[in-house]
């Protein structure tokens, strides 16, 4: 069985004391394939540094993550770009809106979405969005530039099952992670109505770590968690979960 874990920090400062051996739980646990999402330039290094020590197991992607795009967000977008020029990726994400931490930069914020959008386009690569309190901001980008060549994950999804079903009609899957586990986290409601195709599983780590560990750091094996309460919902076995939602990772990001 091969469980892949579609979005994970794996490079975070919170790994530094133990990140070899949290990898290493999570190989135990049969994830054997990360996918690893960039914030801003401040973590390429890490992230390289990363992808060498782990070469088996890793994939990276690059981009300018919405709470980043600050005063210098058209330099750190030349810093994509100088990145896209040299090496290979397998998406541009992070990217999106995020009105959670910071209402005063939606401008810019939709302005790199965009251009970032455009990008993927242009190398033919899948986009992972990163969407909080901004489904309206989001899908009113991607209205304007849908097309048949955009493609990609819908990460972390939170919303409802109208939304879901329009993210999906733009080519998303949608990235399920440690907020299905939770009490009040709406979405086991009525995720069973959205066909497995459309799914794919991610920690986010460190961040939002499913229940029981709600609220303390997230790693790479706790997907099993999510994996259970999948399971769950659709009244089908890991290993099938596992194997569809693999394959789903491997239409989006070709690897
Ligand atoms: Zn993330």
């Given at each position: 069985m091969t469980i892949t874990d579609t979005h994970t920090h794996l490079y975070s400062e919170a790994f530094n004391e133990d990140r070899k051996a949290m990898i290493e739980r999570a190989v135990e646990a049969n994830i054997t394939r990360f996918f690893i999402p960039a914030i801003d330039s401040s973590y390429t290094e890490a992230m390289l540094q990363l992808e060498s020590d782990f070469p088996d197991y890793v994939y990276l992607m690059t981009g300018l993550h919405?709470?980043?795009?600050?005063?210098?967000?058209?330099?750190?977008?030349k810093h994509v770009e100088k990145l896209?020029?040299?090496?290979?990726?397998?998406?541009?994400g992070e990217i999106g809106v995020d009105l959670y931490w910071d209402q005063s930069t939606l401008e810019i914020q939709k302005e790199a979405f965009r251009h970032q959008i455009r990008l993927a386009k242009h190398y033919q690569l899948p986009i992972v969005i990163h969407c909080r309190e901004a489904f309206d901001e989001i899908f009113?980008?991607?209205?304007?530039?849908?097309?048949?060549e955009l493609?990609?994950?819908?990460?972390?999804?939170?919303?409802?099952?109208?939304?879901?079903?329009?993210?999906?009609?733009?080519?998303?899957?949608?990235?399920i992670g440690g907020v299905v586990t939770f009490k009040n986290g709406g979405i086991d409601k009525f995720l069973n109505e959205i066909d497995l195709k459309h799914i794919v599983l991610e920690t986010d780590a460190p961040y939002l770590a499913?229940?029981?560990?709600?609220?303390?750091?997230?790693?790479?094996?706790?997907i099993v968690k999510v994996l259970?309460?999948?399971?769950?919902?659709?009244?089908?076995?890991?290993?099938?979960?596992?194997?569809?939602?693999?394959?789903?990772?491997?239409?989006?990001?070709?690897?």
């Open positions: 919405p709470t980043s795009v600050k005063e210098n967000y058209k330099e750190e977008l896209l020029s040299e090496r290979k990726f397998v998406a541009i009113e980008v991607l209205e304007t530039e849908k097309s048949e493609f990609g994950i819908f990460h972390c999804f939170t919303g409802n099952l109208e939304q879901a079903k329009r993210a999906i009609s733009f080519n998303m899957k949608l990235g499913p229940a029981p560990f709600r609220g303390k750091r997230n790693e790479s094996a706790y259970d309460k999948l399971s769950e919902l659709y009244g089908q076995s890991h290993q099938e979960i596992a194997e569809i939602t693999t394959e789903n990772s491997k239409a989006i990001f070709k690897v």
